[in-house]
Nanobody, 125 residues
Framework: QVQLVESGGGLVQPGGSLRLSCAAS????????MGWFRQAPGKEREFVAS????????YYADSVKGRFTIARDNADNTVTMQMNSLKPEDTAVYYC??????????????????WGQGTQVTVSS
């Protein structure tokens, strides 16, 4: 089982930016996929963004398209997510996720088998 460790959450004003990072504990295979989900108080965990290692194809929730960017650092086996133009409704605990992908869009929690501990992102003035 791959261990995932997130970092980079915090408090930011509306319109500001944050960058989240997630490091995998060991080298991942070509069919691996990593992504980010978030969960606000009283709400279900929801998909934010993901990337397939095999072709570097990315997927985004409609609510974050054009504002968030997911990227992979090959050398460090790390995935990052740059979050710009943050809104109060982006406030949530953000979870890094990893798993094996054999086709299709990895956007469901069931597409992932490893989860990080979560990092709080708060957007408030």
């Amino acid at each position: 089982q791959v261990q995932l460790v997130e970092s980079g959450g915090g408090l930011v004003q509306p319109g500001g930016s944050l960058r989240l990072s997630c490091a995998a504990s060991r080298r991942t295979l070509i069919r691996y996929v990593m992504g980010w989900f978030r969960q606000a108080p009283g709400k279900e965990r929801e998909f934010v963004a993901s990337m397939r290692w095999s072709d570097r194809r990315t997927y985004y929730a409609d609510s974050v398209k054009g504002r968030f960017t997911i990227a992979r650092d090959n050398a460090d086996n790390t995935v990052t997510m740059q979050m710009n133009s943050l809104k109060p409704e982006d406030t949530a605990v953000y979870y890094c996720a990893g798993g094996s992908n054999f086709g299709g869009a990895p956007t469901r929690t069931t597409d992932f088998s490893s989860w990080g501990q979560g990092t709080q992102v708060t957007v408030s003035s």
